[in-house]
Every structure is written in C-alpha cells, then in structure tokens.
C-alpha cells in the first residue's frame, strides 16, 4: 500500500512552478467547486459557482483593462542580471535561464500603455509566476520608467501587485526598490496625476511596504491575501492567536488599509470611474 505514500522526505515544488489554473479542461476551486475552463476564462477567471477569483497574470489583466486589449508595452526587453553571482539550490543567472524559458516573461512586472473606456492609461502589473512576483532591480526600474511615462504624458497610473516580496537573489539591491519606486510615486503625487492600486492575491513583504499602499485610491479583489509577513511569522512574534480572516482583503479593508474591494467584473469601470472622480471630470 505504499504506492500512495510519499517515501522521500523534503520534497517541495517551487513556487513559479505552482499553477492556479491547470491545463487540462476542468478547473477545481479551493470550496470543492468544478468549472469548464475555457467557462471559467469567458467568466473573468472567477468561479461563477463560489466568486473564487483565481490568480491570473499580466497578460489577463491587460485583457480586461485595456480597451480591444491594445497597448504598447513599454521597457519589453529590460532583464535581470546577477550582480552578486547568487547561488542557492543552483545559480541565479540559471534560475533566471529557466524561469524566462518557462513564462515566457522577462521578468516579474510588465508596463501596458493603452485606452481604456477611451482614455489613455498606464498599467504596471506585476507576474507571479516569475520568481513568485519577487522585486529585483528590474520590477523597481520598470515601475519607476512607468511612472515617469505618466508623469511626462499627464496619463493616470495603475499598479497590480501581486508579490511574494522583495527577490533575496539581489539582496539590498531588492531592497532599494522599495524607497526608489516610494520616490517616485511621491513625484507623480506632486505632478497631481491619479494613482490606483490593485491588490490581487498575494500582496505581501515589500510590496505592501512600498508601492502597493500608497495608492490615491487602494482597492483590491475578493479574498486577496493581503499582509507583511506571513500569518505564522506574525503568530510566532506576538505569542498571540490571530482573528478569523486575518490579512483577507476583507480583514484588511475593515481595518483602514483598503479603500474598497472590487470584483474582477467591475475592475475596468471601477478604475476608470475612481480616475474621473479624482479629476473631477465627466463619468464615462
């Protein structure tokens, strides 16, 4: 009976290797819920059973923001390097080989300029499946690069995070993404320029220490995880049993650090209407 059994301990599977959305024709929500894939991409990649939101990438998000799914992308072809010749289980330069093979992204966070409902709009969207959605010198320089697009296009600005965190491969090099792009944003608040952030599932570590909270407006999809560290890490620090919920976007907005929670569905015109009314302009 041990052809069932796991007989090899410490047997783990990396993180962009971890898929939401299978291959095959059916897809299986964490209720217990089964959908027909290509139903469950016709709905948004929203279980129209449970309104689970499954995790999607940039290319999806570009689909529904972007009007016809037209943009230019800016700074395409902009790549890691491994100035610290980072070795873990194998080197960084060939993790990033492998990871770039796989996605077919150049790294963890893409920049989409385009019309949605009409009006130009930038859109940052960070990539999950690239090194967990992880913040190398890369994402901080791609995020600033699009803010200074709007900034010198008078053009509102986006950003979907989705991030596990700060990239430990590229150590304070990382971490010096985090006040660079906060510099930035600072600029494009100044420039008077709208700023919308999107918290998607999950929004952790640096990212929500740095650019993902500091949105004019903060919003976020259903059930989200949203936090700094993770739920054990807080546990084991303060010696006390976290509430129900605990770093759900639901949790997070009745505490103050969500403005709204946004289905998937309504994101386009949410976006847009949240844009008019800082402008003060007429509601599309």
């Known amino acids: 009976m041990a052809w069932f059994k796991r007989t090899a301990k410490g047997i783990t599977t990396a993180t962009e290797d971890k898929m939401d959305v299978p291959k095959g024709l059916w ?52 790549t890691s ?89 590229e150590a304070a090099y990382s971490l010096m993404q985090l006040a660079k792009t906060s510099a930035k944003l600072a600029q494009l608040a100044d420039a008077k320029i709208p700023y919308i952030s999107l918290c998607t599932d999950p929004t952790t570590g640096g990212t929500t220490a740095s650019y993902a909270m500091l949105g004019d407006i903060n919003i976020s999809e259903p059930g989200a995880l949203i936090g700094f560290a993770g739920p054990r890490v807080v546990k084991d620090t303060t010696g006390k049993d976290l509430p129900e919920g605990f770093q759900t976007a639901e949790f997070v907005l009745e505490h103050g650090f969500l403005d709204f929670i946004t289905p998937r569905k309504e994101l386009k015109d949410s976006i847009n209407l949240y844009i008019d009314l800082i402008q003060n302009n007429n509601i599309r």
């Open 27 to 78: 897809y299986k929500s964490p209720t217990g819920k089964v959908i027909d894939a290509e139903e469950l991409a016709r709905n948004l990649w929203v279980s129209p059973e449970d309104g689970f939101h499954v995790r999607i990438g940039s290319a999806e998000y570009f689909e529904i923001l972007f009007d016809n799914n037209e943009f230019i992308e800016l700074d395409a072809k902009m």
């Open 81 to 169: 390097k491994d100035p610290l010749q980072f070795v873990d289980t194998k080197k960084y330069s060939d993790r990033l080989k492998d990871v770039m093979a796989k996605t077919k992204l150049k790294d963890a966070v893409r920049t989409g300029v385009g019309k949605s409902k009409g009006k130009d709009l930038v859109v940052c969207c960070m990539d999950f499946a690239f090194i967990g959605g992880s913040i190398g010198a890369v994402v901080g320089e791609k995020i600033s690069r699009a803010i200074d697009y709007s900034i010198n296009n008078n053009v509102p600005f986006v950003m979907i995070s989705k991030s596990g965190g700060a990239r430990m491969m």
